[in-house]
T-cell receptor, first 116, second 113 residues
């Protein structure tokens, strides 16, 4: 099956620094990638949708200057949390879609971000 | 606005017992409905989906779900639970003409031997 990886799986950073999370589709080309945020005991909340080679589309309430998304190739998207603060601590999950329709998305294992 | 509700935060069952996880949605038209399972250290895995047609859909790992329009529900069932089914289960809805998914808050399933 289609595999999506995320790196790192866990990261701790100091407040005010930036951290980059990578999302890779390992065995297929992803025309669209999605970034989600998951709070403890809560749902996955879509942050943004990115298409290869174009700017990401952010959901309402998500600061695009804080959460920079780059989808530079058909197999790689990155999420950079800039000037991180403790409230940015969360579980970030990406998914990748091969663009074949039918809401087909393959999810990465997630990245646990802790900002101290 | 579309929404998904999973009323049960945590369910505990004995191995071999039957299982039903509830999911209710709020959406004007017939939505696209999904069930995903999330195990620690792994990405969400699609169990099954409903787009149209037969309202009883079969999925992987012995799961099935039934779409009931009158109740706005899409409950997940399994006749006999295995210890390996312990995980977090998410119901999701896909609004028409988008590729976005709206997730419920999840139900954590615990299985006792």
């Amino acid at each position: 099956g289609a595999v999506v990886s995320q790196h790192p799986s866990r990261v701790i950073c100091k407040s005010g620094t930036s951290v980059k999370i990578e999302c890779r589709s390992l065995d297929f080309q992803a025309t669209t990638m999605f970034w989600y945020r998951q709070f403890p005991k809560q749902s996955l909340m879509l942050m943004a949708t990115s298409n290869e080679g174009s700017k990401a589309t952010y959901e309402q309430g998500v600061e695009k200057d804080k959460f920079l998304i780059n989808h530079a190739s058909l197999t790689l998207s990155t999420l950079t949390v800039t000037s991180a603060h403790p409230e940015d601590s969360s579980f970030y999950i990406c998914s990748a879609s091969p663009g074949t329709g039918g809401y087909e998305q393959y999810f990465g294992p997630g990245t646990r971000l802790t900002v101290t | 606005a579309q929404s998904v509700t999973q009323p049960d935060i945590h369910i505990t069952v004995s191995e071999g017992a039957s299982l039903e996880l509830r999911c209710n949605y709020s959406y004007g038209a017939t939505p696209y409905l999904f069930w995903y399972v999330q195990s620690p250290g792994q990405g969400l895995q699609l169990l099954l989906k409903y787009f149209s047609g037969d309202t009883l859909v079969q999925g992987i790992k012995g799961f099935e779900a039934e779409f009931k329009r009158s109740q706005s529900s899409f409950n997940l069932r399994k006749p006999s639970v295995h210890w390996s089914d312990a995980a977090e289960y998410f119901c999701a809805v896909g609004p028409d003409n988008t590729d976005k998914l709206i997730f419920g808050t999840g139900t954590r399933l615990q299985v006792f031997p």
